[in-house]
């Protein structure tokens, strides 16, 4: 069902209000003898004025809900034109896919100490949909920004920001998937983050290229390198050197091309001095 305005005027904002109401009531009270009214999302198309928090706040969502069911990695992932899922109650999807058996829900009932009749399992995700809960501290960090640091360690400027942006060698509007990082030849690499290093190699315009997955479907990308300084299979820390800057690849002159994505999907690199 769409959700065309975010105007108090509006029925359906209305009504999507009031069950956010009941099901938050009745969820964190854990009135078990009580039913909560059935998940249902309403479909918003993000307005030019319009930003995450002013979302939030008309359709009685919280940061937790609005993120994980969108699958957004911070504030700065909506633009005007897109889509955004608003459920009926506020809660998260687990950010592992599971199970729909009966050993999975109690599981889960246990550990967020919700009585179990109130989970949803969601088919086509292949999650858990935990209503009346918040996000694990964790992927909230994730989300403000916390969870990366800067892979040059403040010794590189921005020379080309996340989205569209005109192609240096075909001069036509493309789409750029991360940020890019101009600093001088052998500066330094650094893990954005722990993980493990799933690719350690040359890889067509990303040159030299170092992948390393995060928890909660994260994955940072670093390319162009001159020198890769660890092997694939390699788990990392936070602030671990992994290789050093350089222009393999598609790159007209020296830098660290670095991306994060989620479930596949690129997303905003947001850490502390770059947004």
Same mark, same amino acid.
């Given at each position: 069902?769409?959700?065309?305005?975010l105007?108090?005027s509006?029925?359906n904002?209305?009504?999507?209000?009031?069950?956010?109401?009941?099901?938050?009531?009745?969820?964190?009270s854990?009135?078990?003898?009580?039913?909560l009214?059935?998940l249902?999302?309403?479909? &918003?198309?993000?307005?030019?004025?319009?930003?995450?928090?002013?979302i939030?706040?008309?359709?009685?969502?919280?940061?937790?809900?609005?993120s994980?069911?969108n699958?957004l990695?911070?504030?700065?992932?909506? %633009?005007?034109?897109?889509? =955004?899922?608003?459920?009926?109650?506020?809660?998260? %999807?687990?950010?592992?896919?599971?199970s729909?058996?009966?050993?999975?829900?109690?599981?889960?009932?246990?550990?967020?100490?919700?009585?179990s009749?109130?989970? %949803? &399992?969601?088919?086509?995700?292949?999650?858990?949909?935990?209503?009346?809960?918040?996000?694990?501290?964790?992927?909230k960090?994730?989300?403000y920004g916390?969870?990366?640091?800067?892979p040059?360690?403040?010794?590189?400027?921005?020379?080309?920001?996340?989205?569209?942006?005109?192609?240096?060698?075909?001069?036509?509007d493309?789409?750029h998937?991360?940020?890019? =990082?101009?600093?001088?030849?052998?500066?330094?690499?650094?893990?954005?983050?722990?993980?493990?290093?799933?690719?350690a190699?040359?890889?067509?315009? %990303?040159?030299n290229?170092?992948?390393?997955k995060?928890?909660l479907? &994260?994955?940072?990308?670093?390319g162009?390198?001159?020198?890769i =300084?660890?092997?694939?299979?390699?788990k990392?820390?936070?602030?671990?050197l992994?290789?050093?800057?350089?222009?393999?690849?598609r790159?007209?002159g020296?830098?660290?091309?670095?991306?994060? =994505?989620?479930?596949?999907?690129?997303?905003?690199?947001?850490?502390?001095?770059?947004?």
């Amino acid at each position: 069902m769409p959700l065309k305005s975010l105007d108090y005027s509006d029925k359906n904002l209305l009504r999507v209000r009031e069950e956010v109401k009941y099901n938050l009531r009745v969820s964190v009270s854990n009135l078990d003898q009580k039913n909560l009214v059935p998940l249902r999302f309403l479909v &918003y198309k993000v307005g030019p004025k319009d930003n995450f928090f002013k979302i939030m706040a008309r359709t009685g969502m919280d940061l937790d809900t609005l993120s994980s069911v969108n699958q957004l990695s911070s504030p700065q992932d909506i %633009y005007p034109g897109m889509e =955004l899922l608003i459920p009926n109650m506020r809660g998260f %999807y687990e950010s592992q896919q599971s199970s729909s058996d009966d050993s999975e829900r109690k599981k889960i009932s246990s550990r967020h100490k919700i009585p179990s009749k109130f989970l %949803y &399992y969601d088919d086509l995700r292949k999650v858990w949909f935990v209503p009346g809960r918040g996000l694990p501290k964790e992927e909230k960090n994730f989300f403000y920004g916390m969870a990366f640091s800067d892979p040059l360690a403040e010794e590189g400027r921005i020379s080309s920001r996340f989205g569209r942006r005109r192609d240096p060698f075909t001069k036509k509007d493309t789409f750029h998937g991360g940020i890019d =990082l101009a600093a001088e030849k052998g500066t330094p690499v650094y893990a954005s983050a722990e993980g493990v290093v799933t690719f350690a190699d040359s890889k067509g315009g %990303y040159g030299n290229l170092v992948v390393l997955k995060h928890l909660l479907g &994260y994955e940072t990308r670093y390319g162009h390198l001159d020198r890769i =300084l660890v092997p694939s299979g390699t788990k990392v820390k936070k602030g671990q050197l992994i290789g050093e800057v350089g222009k393999t690849g598609r790159a007209t002159g020296f830098h660290l091309h670095f991306e994060v =994505l989620r479930n596949s999907q690129k997303q905003r690199p947001v850490f502390k001095g770059h947004v």
